[in-house]
């Protein structure tokens, strides 16, 4: 796991050497390193904050910055672990630093040393990687390729065997914690690059304006300073220019512990080209609400940048794959979505393919006719061979066969028809019934032409809002009971444990018991017992209709199952097996229909990652994630009141003062 700091790691003066390499040191300049091509007008500038996965990479892209600018670099300084002999710090110059010694005054050598104090200083940190610490950029001298003879031998020890075509095919997702970001040729904060690029319709490259680049510079460094556990990605393209960034910040990363097992993968405003090439991950919370899981910035709806994006995810999750996925219908994200979550439930969201019925259908003769015949065929049926004949009917009775969107639907009904996902579950965002939808997120937040700079400004404004609402409706579920409406023991039961909002979703099935006209027994079989149960349902305006609902019962294992699924489209039972089970007598809930994920206590209840019983004790990452989580617990619960408050700050304090002794008693 990835732990976001700007702090240096220190080792102790006793476990290290300092083996200085002075102006005779090995001079070196490498062709093509980190994914940067022969031929490159620019490159990004170092900063504080960058991170390699080994010195070896930090060597070669200094030395490739280095002859872009025109200069040749020195390893000025590097130390070593006195045991291991591992090396952990390293400063590296230009090769102008410094002067000529005395003794060597005297050789006939011209002298080409100024004093340029250019420099990079650099250690490896806890999470086994190299990270900037200081940087220098100005010289003080003439800057030029043509001022040095290019050395294209590289030292033995920074060798690597380079990549073949085949090689890039497998190419994983680089961890570079940059706190500086080349976005194709726009510059940074800390470069004399103008920021010069433009639109590009190029797909293997993100699509920034000029300043965009300075404004994610400005919001990462923000975040990561103020911000823990605030984790980001990004991915280069062959040529070094960036072509995906994505991040998210401590509170969200906690909840995909929470609320990570169905997810909604908004691509809505990449899709729609909209300035901004932004998707996000969103969730449900425990009052149904929408809950943010990540952001990012493509290049474009490519197999290959989702892919990445997905395995960036699953890296700062853990591994731990959603049960569910809800998309648009795109053919790259079926594909990435196979490779990357093979076993997850990849479905497409309902209302986004509704939403398009005007657009797709709004020139047919009988448009009205054939959007109500869908609509009957998509939301009123119960059973596959309903369905079927519904559709064919469709298809027959207007004489569409041949239209193409139509036919591609017909041909992935499997992935959207609600007939076909009943044993999936979607914790409330099924969309299964008219009306409902997906919203995006940052709805009302961003628009069309909504600038990167604007955006980030509202992006932190949007969570704030969320988080806001998130904490009141905390607050009202556990400091007030909702009001019963029914003498009904299941309305009782539920409301001692549930969150008002969802509490209130299922009371209102609860108060329909009294539309279902009666329950009958259908069929046994053995401890299965098959029930009918009719209910008298409005359609189209006033109308009325009876309708059949049948309803598996066992009471041996406590399964109850209707036929309409509402359990796992939105997560509580329906009135009909309600009424199946008051027929049995039953005066409670059984409790693998209670679903820890809507209680009010949730948060307290759920342990990420099995708690700290499987920490690695020499892990200091680790240690960080897990005391992390158990901070966020107590801050969670610390907002619930002004009391809560003050005895969460007393346990913060006390707790601090004791490790004070702890670290006391070390030195």
Not at 29 to 44: A, L
Not at 334 to 342: G, K, L
Not at 531 to 558: H, P, Q
Request: aromatic share 12%; with cysteine; proline share 3%.
């Amino acid at each position: 796991m990835e732990v976001a700091s700007l702090d240096s790691e220190q080792v102790p003066d006793g476990e290290c050497n300092e083996i200085v390499t002075d102006g005779d040191g090995v001079l070196t300049e490498s062709d093509v390193q980190n994914g940067v091509t022969e031929g490159r007008k620019e490159f990004v500038a170092p900063a504080v904050g960058m991170e390699f996965e080994s010195y070896d990479d930090a060597y070669n892209y200094y030395n490739c910055y280095a002859k872009e600018v025109g200069f040749r670099v020195r390893v000025k300084n590097s130390w070593f672990k006195r045991n291991s002999r591992e090396k952990y710090g390293a400063v590296l110059c230009c090769s102008s630093q410094g002067f000529k010694r005395i003794k060597d005054v005297n050789r006939l050598r011209k002298e080409t040393r100024t004093g340029c104090p250019a420099m990079i200083r650099m250690r490896l940190v806890d999470s086994k990687r190299w990270r900037i610490l200081e940087v220098t950029l100005e010289h003080n001298h003439l800057l030029g390729a043509k001022m040095y003879k290019s050395i294209n031998k590289m030292g033995s020890g920074t060798k690597r065997k380079s990549q073949s075509s085949s090689d890039a095919e497998k190419r994983t997702i680089k961890l570079y914690r940059a706190l500086v970001i080349d976005s194709g040729g726009n510059g940074t904060s800390n470069s004399n690059i103008a920021d010069v690029r433009n639109f590009s319709d190029h797909p293997d490259q993100l699509n920034l304006r000029k300043g965009d680049t300075q404004a994610i510079y400005n919001y990462l460094c923000r975040m990561q300073l103020t911000n823990p556990n605030f984790f980001y990605l990004m991915d280069f393209n062959d040529d070094g220019l960036l072509r995906n960034v994505f991040w998210i910040d401590a509170r969200c990363r906690a909840a995909c512990g929470y609320f990570g097992d169905v997810i909604y993968f908004d691509n809505t405003y990449l899709s729609n080209k909209y300035d901004i090439p932004l998707v996000a991950f969103v969730g449900i919370n425990h009052h149904g609400q929408a809950v943010l899981l990540g952001c990012a910035l493509l290049a474009g709806e490519t197999t290959e940048s989702y892919t990445w994006l997905f395995k960036a995810w699953l890296t700062c999750v853990s591994g731990h794959s959603p049960q569910t996925i809800i998309t648009d219908r795109c053919k790259a994200l079926q594909s990435a979505i196979a490779e990357v979550f093979p076993r997850c439930h990849h479905r497409f969201g309902l209302s986004h393919i509704m939403k398009k019925v005007p657009e797709k259908l709004g020139g047919l003769r009988n448009y009205d006719a054939i959007r109500k015949a869908l609509t009957k065929a998509v939301y009123e049926t119960l059973k596959v061979i309903e369905f079927e004949a519904a559709w064919g009917f469709m298809i027959q009775r207007f004489g569409v066969g041949d239209h193409e969107w139509l036919r591609s639907l017909y041909e992935e009904r499997f992935w959207w028809a609600p007939v076909y996902l009943k044993e999936t579950f979607f914790a409330g965002m099924a969309a299964a019934r008219p009306g409902e939808a997906l919203s995006p997120f940052f709805d009302r937040y961003v628009h069309k032409q909504t600038p990167l700079k604007e955006f980030l400004d509202k992006y932190e404004l949007a969570l704030q809002k969320k988080h806001k609402d998130e904490a009141l409706a905390d607050i009202e579920s556990r400091s007030s009971s909702p009001t019963l409406k029914t003498r009904c023991s299941f309305e009782l039961q539920l409301s001692k444990a549930y969150t008002r909002e969802i509490f209130e979703k299922f009371q209102f099935e609860v108060e329909e018991m009294y539309s279902c006209l009666s329950t009958t027994q259908l069929h046994v079989d053995g401890p299965i017992i098959i029930f009918l149960v009719k209910e008298r349902v409005v359609v189209e305006g006033s109308r009325r209709e009876i309708r059949d609902y049948e309803v598996l019962y066992n009471r041996t294992a406590g399964e109850v199952r209707c036929i309409c699924s509402c359990f796992n489209f939105y997560g509580y039972l329906c009135r009909h097996a309600l009424c199946v089970l008051n027929y049995n007598g039953v005066e409670e809930i059984p409790s693998k229909y209670i679903l820890p994920r809507w209680k009010k206590d949730y948060k307290r209840l759920y342990i990420p990652d099995q708690g700290s019983s499987n920490v690695d004790a020499t892990d200091r990452v680790q240690w960080f994630n897990q005391l992390y989580r158990s901070a966020l617990h107590i801050v969670e619960e610390g907002v619930i009141s002004l009391d809560h408050y003050k005895v969460a700050l007393q346990a913060f304090e006390e707790s601090l003062d004791r490790v004070h002794v702890v670290e006391d008693k070390h030195e």
